[in-house]
């Protein structure tokens, strides 16, 4: 869909240069302003959503919650082995 924009853009810019009319020139260069401007951010918006993440590999809540209390669980084993084999302080 962007290339058909660069090919309006071209055709508007070719009758511009053609056209023996003044108000048909300027229309034609702010067509082809706006079919180049409308080209450039097709092609952003491809690269954007080529690059973007597919919403199936996202996580629901109930999945997160499960995972952030298992990486609790494991802080708080790693914590517990770590204190119980420190010696216990001196008086």
């Not at 995972?67 to 082995?81: E, K, N, V």
């Amino acid at each position: 869909m962007p290339w058909l924009f660069l090919l309006l853009a071209v055709a508007a810019f070719a009758v511009a240069l053609n056209s023996s009319s003044m108000a048909v020139a300027v229309a034609c260069l702010l067509a082809a302003l706006a079919a180049t401007v409308a080209w450039v951010l097709g092609l952003l918006a491809q690269r954007v959503g080529n690059q973007a993440r597919d919403d199936s590999m996202m996580l629901d809540p109930v999945e997160l919650k499960r995972l952030r209390d298992q990486a609790d669980a494991r802080r708080a084993g790693a914590g517990a082995a770590s204190n119980a084999g420190a010696e216990p302080p001196r008086s």
